[in-house]
């Protein structure tokens, strides 16, 4: 289980984040959700390591993982800023990739479709196909868990399905997940927990049903929930 | 293939296949011909006049009259260009978020830098290596390569290219924008000139002082053809200074305060060791015509004088005293590199402004004079040694070469047509392979 304890973050006097909690059990998806501007990447980026809490700390099965170099082991991170070497092939980022950390899934470049594009140059690719290779890269590991910051981002609806199809895969196959998404109706679709974030603060976390309980709106959406736990 | 060197594969080729790394090489091939071409010219007029008459001739030395201002085009394109070569390599990765890619797999801060260092280090390589059908084409038309100097310069251009290489590594780790970290990198190396301006102007002591501390100062020992340990190490330490800063400023897994006492501790360490090796002065004369020591017989009695101090009563921007370093001092201290020097401030040097007094074993000579035949006697008298004859010596012929107009030519051709096409083939062959395939798709 990934413990997230009391994570505070300022800028200067922005507070990005302020005694951020919640728990992540194994195994599972966690959508983390809220509006612009909330804290999301700020929140993704600290339990990946890239950034250092002002307070608090992770924990991974009751121990701390305070340094990088052990959430580097532990966690795989998709940034959402991310532009991968636009000089390059397609073929020369999955090469380098596999010859570095040594790890090759054929099933994942078939699954995302990259192998008819291999001799393309990373600048010349669709939003999408540029998503489809930062989602290869986050996944070419064996790392527990997947950190993903706005993963579904340029993605046509068919697209969508096999990109979601994939991260129901790899959750099956025992990878823990954490995704930032903006759009609920995408969360919905494929995490079983969510965390409510809302200027910097933890608004709710748990599942549908439990959020559904605590607001008192049953069968409601997740974008029903959201509006009504912001109100 | 370990994974450091697939690390370093994927370096060397970010540096080599961008269109900033051709055209960088291009414009050394282009500066580096004019530059050889202007020097050749002018060696070639001047040995007109030398070539019958033996004792002009010992004053033409193909590594001051020809190849210095070759490889002076190469310290402009170095100060200037260099780094929109090399800051993309670090700047560009932080931009684009690819840093957090390769953090996440198996290489540590160390192990990137050193890669992108090393991709750089053979980036300098290759504009050095661009320069060498100079010294092809100077043997072909029948010159002189004295090996040895020639190395110590190289070696002071390499190390000049690394310190360049270093400041542009340092101000891409700083600033988050290329531009500013470009802007700035230039500016850290243009301080030098600066400062070296400033002392030939004679704006204030403390430029004079600090000139001696400069980049530019101490590349000139390597273009006179000294191996200067002081100045090698000087380069060594400046370059491992802004490594070291430029890692520490990349670690964004270290606290603020944890880092603030890094850069602190480092600043201490150079200072520290940047003072002591400026405390010793090895220095070794690689010239063939050894014209930066005094005659054999003289260098021999010099060495058999125990202590020297000298006080010297005049200020280090007056042109009488660089003139005393130059032909005097400089050359003492290739020989003994013990001299206790005094520069006398204050009262005292305006009473006796203008004078040098020796010591040895407590007993002193005075003169008014910068010149050697003046200063000799009273240091030989005053340590009681007498200078032997100079026989048997060999005399340094000079190497006069006059060159026709018409085998000129034949710079023009490698360094505007050949190198540059070259280059722009390997180019446009390694891309339209590319362009290729991505149409086979």
């Known amino acids: ?231 | 293939m370990s994974r450091l060197s697939i690390l370093l594969v994927k370096e060397i080729r970010d540096i080599f296949f961008t269109k900033t790394g051709l055209l960088f090489l291009m414009l050394v091939s282009f500066i580096t011909g004019y530059s050889f071409l202007t020097a050749v010219e002018l060696y070639s007029e001047q040995s007109l006049s030398a070539v019958n008459n033996p004792l002009y001739a010992r004053g033409f030395e193909p590594v001051p009259g020809v190849f210095v201002p070759t490889y002076g085009g190469l310290f402009v394109l170095f100060s200037l260009f260099l780094p929109f070569v090399i800051i993309p390599l670090l700047s560009l990765e932080k931009q684009n978020g690819t840093l957090a890619v390769l953090i996440q797999l198996p290489y540590s801060f160390k192990d990137i830098l050193i890669a992108k260092i090393s991709a750089a280090f053979f980036f300098l390589l290759m504009t050095i290596l661009l320069t060498l059908p100079c010294f092809i084409l100077w043997q072909l038309y029948g010159g002189h390569i004295p090996f040895n100097e020639l190395f110590v310069l190289i070696s002071g251009y390499l190390l000049y290219g690394l310190f360049v290489v270093s400041v542009s590594f340092f101000a891409a780790a700083l600033f988050e924008s290329t531009a500013n970290a470009s802007i700035f990198s230039i500016l850290l190396i243009v301080l030098s000139w600066v400062i070296d301006f400033g002392k030939n102007m004679d704006v204030s002591t403390f430029l004079t002082s600090l000139s001696e501390w400069t980049v530019t100062r101490n590349l000139k020992y390597f273009e006179q053809g000294i191996l200067s340990f002081t100045a090698s190490m000087y380069f060594v330490l400046l370059c491992s200074f802004f490594f070291i800063l430029a890692y520490i400023l990349l670690r964004f897994d270290l606290r603020i305060k944890s880092k603030l006492k890094r850069l602190f501790a480092t600043v201490v360490l150079f200072l520290l060791a940047l003072f002591i090796s400026f405390q010793s002065s090895l220095n070794t004369d690689m010239t063939e015509s050894h014209r930066h020591l005094f005659s054999p017989a003289v260098t021999k009695a010099l060495q058999e004088i125990p202590d020297l101090e000298i006080d010297v009563y005049m200020k280090k921007s007056d042109s009488r005293f660089r003139d005393y370093q130059n032909k005097f001092l400089n050359k003492l201290l290739l020989v003994l590199n013990d001299i206790k020097i005094r520069m006398m401030t204050g009262r005292e040097l305006n009473k006796n402004y203008g004078l040098f007094i020796y010591r040895i074993n407590g007993k002193q000579g005075k003169t008014y004079s910068n010149s050697e035949k003046e200063i000799f006697p009273i240091i030989f008298k005053l340590a009681g040694v007498s200078v032997g004859q100079d026989n048997g010596q060999q005399v340094f012929p000079g190497y006069p070469l006059v060159i026709k107009k018409e085998q000129l030519t034949i710079i023009q051709s490698v360094f505007y047509l050949v190198i540059p096409l070259t280059l722009i083939s390997i180019f446009v062959f390694k891309n339209f392979k590319l362009i290729r395939r991505d149409n086979n798709d």
């Open chain 1, 1 to 231: 289980m990934l413990k997230i304890s009391n994570i505070s973050k300022r800028y200067l006097k922005t507070v990005a984040l302020d005694k951020v909690s919640f728990e992540v059990s194994e195994g599972s998806i966690m959508g983390i959700i809220g509006p612009n501007g909330a804290g999301k990447s700020t929140l993704l980026d600290i339990i990946s390591g890239f950034q250092n809490p002002d307070e608090g700390g992770i924990y991974y099965n009751d121990q701390p993982v305070s340094l990088f170099k052990e959430k580097k082991q532990l966690i795989s991170y998709m940034p959402e800023n991310l532009t991968i070497y636009p000089d390059y092939t397609v073929a020369a980022f999955i090469d380098f990739i596999q010859l570095a950390t040594g790890y090759e899934d054929p099933e994942l470049i078939k699954t995302l479709n990259l192998a008819k594009l291999k001799n393309r140059k990373i600048r010349h690719l669709s939003k999408g196909y540029h998503q489809r290779l930062k989602l290869f890269f986050a996944l070419s590991n064996r790392k527990k868990i997947i950190v993903l910051d706005e993963p579904f981002n340029g993605f046509d609806p068919v697209q969508l399905i096999e990109i979601l199809e994939l991260i129901k895969e790899k959750n099956r196959q025992g990878r823990t997940f954490i995704l930032s998404i903006h759009h609920l109706y995408d969360a919905e679709k494929i995490c079983h927990y969510y965390t409510l974030i809302d200027e910097g603060r933890v608004v709710t976390t748990g599942s549908i049903e439990t959020l559904r309980h605590k607001f008192g709106v049953e069968k409601a959406s997740l974008e029903q929930i959201f509006i009504r736990a912001l109100q």
